[in-house]
T-cell receptor
């Protein structure tokens, strides 16, 4: 009965470096979401996967951000050439399914990213 | 453009009292309204959720009241306890897709 897990829990990186954040959803959950939580912007949506495809990428703030999901399970969020404004907690959530009538989202503990 | 407005920003309630947090939304296409509880250093935890076909939902000490015509919904925490001290977020979504969150309410329950 494991929940959503994320790794690493904390990441400190230098400005300009690339980082990869990992999310393991609840087993059997077909929908996976990435959100970002920061003091100035609150909780904001980044990208959503249904299976391995991403029907909604509208929240990605720039082309430095990308994400993929493989095997309908693990997802990786990649931030290239990190900037200080990327510092935030990156949260992953999963739901059994999406669409009308569905999908309570369950969140992982997050990855705290600090760009120095 | 803030699609979900939440108030108050912070709230102090005495133990045993009722905590009330309010949210208002703009997008009439929203059809799912959850509340999340977040403790420091943790991810948000789903507390209770409602769909617009009902006006109230109760789970234990937590109740959501929903007013579709006013586009408002609220969380009531009855018999508030110090362990309820956390940040609460309302949210809304259309067809169970991405969540749009309110700005959060920091609740402190005093002894």
């Amino acid at each position: 009965g494991a929940g959503v897990s994320q790794s690493p829990s904390n990441k400190v990186t230098e400005k300009g470096k690339d980082v990869e954040l990992r999310c393991d959803p609840i087993s059997g959950h077909t929908a996976l979401y990435w959100y970002r939580q920061s003091l100035g912007q609150g909780l904001e949506f980044l990208i959503y996967f249904q299976g391995n495809s991403a029907p909604d990428k509208s929240g990605l703030p720039s082309d430095r951000f990308s994400a993929e999901r493989t095997g309908g399970s693990v997802s990786t969020l990649t931030i290239q050439r990190t900037q200080q404004e990327d510092s935030a907690v990156y949260l992953c959530a999963s739901s059994l399914y999406s669409g009308s009538g569905g999908g309570e989202q369950y969140f992982g503990p997050g990855t705290r990213l600090t760009v120095t | 453009q803030q699609q979900v407005k939440q108030s108050p920003q912070s709230l102090i309630v005495q133990k045993g009292g009722i905590s009330i947090i309010n949210c208002a939304y703009e997008n009439t296409a929203f059809d799912y309204f959850p509340w999340y509880q977040q403790f420091p250093g943790k991810g948000p935890a789903l507390l209770i959720a409602i769909r617009p076909d009902v006006s109230e939902k109760k789970e234990g000490r937590f109740t959501i009241s929903f007013n579709k015509s006013a586009k408002q919904f609220s969380l009531h925490i009855m018999d508030s306890q110090p362990g309820d001290s956390a940040t609460y977020f309302c949210a809304a979504s259309k067809a169970a897709s991405k969540l749009t969150f309110g700005t959060g309410t920091r609740l402190q329950v005093t002894l």
